[in-house]
């Protein structure tokens, strides 16, 4: 089946195929928003390059997928950007081989950049207690606030979690709750004393009550747990901008987002001699190789502080 490459299309317009491949991702795969909304821009790009090279989708090989990557090189993107797409580029043309439009796959050994495994940048428990001391005030939007950073340091939940969270995913009598992860995954995440009052005085009516509208604008905002000013479902970005509103005031600047406050949760766990596996159960890793790299920070952690303190350490 020809997949033609339609010239009076859009360049943003993405071909049927295409639509139908992340369509799969999401139903059959559960891949998140998240994941596919960046899957959507490796496409278009993917897409883009393909009509500069005059090429539809029919046309790729293995060559052709090599040279796209030596194109995306050359734009100066992170290692970490180059392999997503290549990824995507792959996923894309195995969906559509498997699914009898081509008949081979073109992608399939094509090999994925290596990314260097980073280690995660941990707050200090010092930076931390700074943080969540900086939300000052009493009123509906400072409770907002400080139940963000407390829920996020203390239970470890991705940015993705925190405001997919519905007042039914809470059970505060028995300091719970359940958060939905990547592929849908839904897990049970202790609460821990200070994100429980932080949320517990967010909820009141004189907190998240004083926010909400006499009419709500879309479905599912009446049961969002973090609200915006305008009384809607507080967004990733809205989020976001909490966080760093809060690390500007104490000085954290760029050092600081949401997920660093997850890896903080993680590291300072280990620190305190927690079990590895239970670290894993909270976070949703999918696999405890994940997990082990806190195991290396916590590690890291410990030498420099044995290099600093110990008075025989330094040769």
């Given at each position: ?224 747990v973090f609200l915006n000013r305008r009384g809607g479902r507080l967004t990733r970005v809205g989020a ?76």
């Amino acid at each position: 089946m020809a997949l033609a490459l339609d010239p009076g299309a859009g360049e943003d317009e993405l071909p049927l195929e295409v639509e139908e491949w992340l369509s799969w991702l999401a139903t059959e795969r559960g891949r998140s928003v998240a994941t596919l909304a960046a899957y959507r821009r490796d496409a278009r790009r993917w897409w883009r390059w393909l009509g500069g090279q005059g090429r539809s989708l029919d046309q790729a090989d293995e060559d052709l997928i090599a040279t796209f990557v030596g194109h995306l090189r050359g734009q100066e993107l992170a290692a970490a950007t180059v392999a997503r797409a290549v990824v995507a580029v792959r996923s894309l043309y195995r969906f559509l081989a498997e699914e009898g439009r081509l008949p081979a796959d073109p992608g399939a050994d094509v090999a994925a950049p290596r990314v260097a495994a980073g280690l995660p940048k941990a707050l200090t428990e010092a930076e931390v207690t700074a943080l969540l001391g900086a939300v000052v005030g009493d009123g509906p939007a400072q409770r907002r606030d400080r139940a963000i950073l407390e829920v996020l340091y203390g239970t470890g939940l991705r940015i993705s979690e925190l405001v997919g969270l519905s007042l039914g995913d809470l059970d505060l009598e028995s300091a719970l709750l359940r958060a939905f992860g990547k592929g849908a995954k839904e897990r049970v995440v202790p609460v821990g004393r200070h994100a429980l009052a932080a949320l517990e005085a967010w909820l009141a009516p004189s907190g998240r009550g004083a926010l909400e509208p006499e009419q709500w604008a879309r479905r599912g905002d009446a049961e969002a747990v973090f609200l915006n000013r305008r009384g809607g479902r507080l967004t990733r970005v809205g989020a976001w901008l909490v966080v760093k509103r809060y690390g500007d005031a104490v000085g954290l600047g760029a050092k600081l987002s949401p997920h660093v406050l997850r890896h903080s949760c993680a590291t300072h766990m280990l620190d305190h001699g927690a079990d590895i596996r239970s670290v894993q159960e909270l976070l949703g890793h999918a696999s405890i190789s994940t997990t082990q790299v806190y195991t290396k920070v916590s590690t890291e952690r410990l030498f420099e502080a044995y290099r600093a303190a110990h008075p025989r350490a330094v040769r």
